[in-house]
């Protein structure tokens, strides 16, 4: 048996279908984003391991290109750090997120080439 979510599945598509796209470019999108989705719960299944789960949930914000309007200063104070310590913090996660994405993403192909390739054509995709 499989089960469907019909309400999850009409969440995936719903923006979707108001563009008028091949269902393989609606395919590879939401390939790209559900693959984000999991390299995103690994980093924070290792945050959580490490007993800093607070510090995922504070800093995870700075993953995405547009957290513009959440300031450095204002999560630094939150958190009873220096605004350089929350950098230093921030920049160890995205190169640990680059990290297990590009794992996620060798473990589907033949070479490190491909995976270059691969990591490409996700950000294509994403970026269309």
Do not use: C
């Not at 469907?4 to 923006?15: G, Q």
Request: charged letters at 30%; zero cysteines.
């Amino acid at each position: 048996m499989v089960s469907l979510d019909l309400v999850e599945a009409e969440r995936w598509y719903a923006p979707a279908a108001v563009v008028e796209d091949t269902p393989e470019r609606l395919f590879e999108r939401r390939w790209a984003l559900s693959l984000l989705e999991h390299v995103m719960e690994k980093l924070r299944a290792e945050f959580t391991a490490t007993g800093k789960a607070d510090l995922f949930a504070a800093i995870s914000v700075f993953l995405n290109v547009g957290s513009g309007e959440v300031r450095y200063d204002e999560v630094a104070r939150q958190l009873g750090v220096s605004g350089g310590a929350l950098r230093m913090a921030v920049h160890r996660m995205r190169s640990k997120y680059r990290e297990l994405l590009r794992a996620e993403i060798a473990a589907t192909v033949s070479t490190p080439e491909q995976t270059d390739e691969e990591i490409r054509f996700l950000l294509a995709t994403l970026s269309e």
